[in-house]
Structures are given as C-alpha cells and as structure tokens.
C-alpha cells in the first residue's frame, strides 16, 4: 500500500529547488520504500524510534536502525506525549540521538485546549522548548526543525478547532522569542518552524503565508494524494 501511494506521489509531484517534500510512513515501510523512493524528489522520515544505539531493548527500532533509511525523525508528536506518556526526558535524548546519528529531528511541541483554556499556551511552549532541547549544544541546534502542533486544532482530535492564523502566529514569536533566549538571536530568527494541525488543500496557502512559518506539518490530509499534491503545490507557489 505505502508503495503504490509513492509511486502515485512520484507521478505527479515533480521535483523543486525551494520545497522540500519529507514523507513519514510507518516503520515497517521504511526499508522497502528506502530502496524505491528518488531522493532528489522526496526525503524520508521516521514517525518514532527508541534512542539508544544500540542494547538489549525487546521489540524497538533503535535510531541507529533507521540511519540508513531516513534523513529526518518526528520527536514528541502529541500522540506519543499524550496517548504513549512519553516523558519530557524521552523526547530529549530523542532529539540528541537523532542528531548525533546525523538525522534532522522535527520536534513537535503545542498547548492542550485545557492549557490554552487556563492562560498556559507560553508556559506550556517555553517548558516543551526547553526540555526538548536540553541536550542540544549551539553548535547543533541550527540541525533542528521546530513544528508547533497546537494539540487542540490536531483532526485526529474529535475536538479540533482549526488554528486561526493569528494564534498561529502568536506561538511563532513566543517559540522564536524562547529559542533566543536559549540560544540567541540569530539563531532564533534562523530555526525552521513548521506548523501542524487539521492542515489541508483549503487551508495551507493561509498557513504558509504567516510570517515565520517555513513548512507545514500534514496529517490526515497526507493520506490523500489529491489533497497531499494540491498542498505541495500550493507550496511551490509560495
């Protein structure tokens, strides 16, 4: 099935200088789909795997595993925090291990609707940045991608409100205002910020057009191709 979606993707999304087109199919797709995909066309990215290199660990992928097969690795997606209880600690060695096996870590941060409720969409950012990125020297943070996932507009949710812009932009600058702090301001204004959240062919172009925002996070609209090629299109007209 994975295979036949790419095939249906490569046919119809051409390659392009200023869009890069990552796919994150399921860990046993990753190895077959390695060997078919055209990387001057499409990257790879894992959806999880365990940090440690190496160990007796029954049952995971260790990042070094996947190292062959993929360029980029989703770290502290919403549903491994919420549905998983992956700690604050799991996602930060995560991130350390993705870079230091030479993967591109797209960590995922965002408020819940009651942390939004009560007033803690900062508080919530500030503590997932710094957590996430305590392992990270400056020397490797330009490696990392930033995607805020509000965890209440995500169409998994049976909830989700779609994000409205200026919410959006709001978290850039409070994620960007945070990163200096961490960091500094260069490297703040560098970092890549992708947003993701009940994303779709109708609402990515105002997505991309937020100031700040680099790229987009998909989900459910990803597992269409009419909808998934629309918005790399959309992209390229960006």
Known sequence: ??????????????????????????TVALQPLSLQINRRQFKLAAQNFYWRDYGAYTGET?????????????????????????????????????????LTPVLCIGETALERKDGETKAAIYSQLTNGLH???????????IAYEPVWAISSNKNAKPAKPADIAEAELIIREHIAKLY???????????????????????????????????????????????????????
């Open 135 to 145: 392992e990270v020297s400056k020397e490797d943070i330009s490696k990392v991608i």
């Open 184 to 238: 500094n301001k260069q490297i703040a204004e560098d970092i890549s910020i992708l947003y993701g959240g009940s994303v779709n062919a109708d609402t990515a172009g105002g997505y991309l057009d937020i100031p700040g925002i680099d790229g987009l996070l998909i989900g459910g609209a990803s597992l269409i191709a009419d909808s998934f090629c629309a918005i790399v299109e959309t992209a390229k007209g960006k």
């Open 62 to 102: 260790s990042v070094a595993q996947i190292r062959g097969f993929v360029d980029y690795a989703i770290v502290g997606h919403s549903e491994r925090r919420y549905v998983f209880n992956e700690s604050e600690e799991d996602i930060a060695q995560k991130v350390a291990a993705a870079i230091r096996n030479n």
């Open 1 to 26: 099935e994975a295979s036949l979606y790419l095939n249906r993707l490569s046919n119809r999304i051409s390659p392009s200088r200023n869009v890069q087109v990552i796919l994150a199919p399921s």
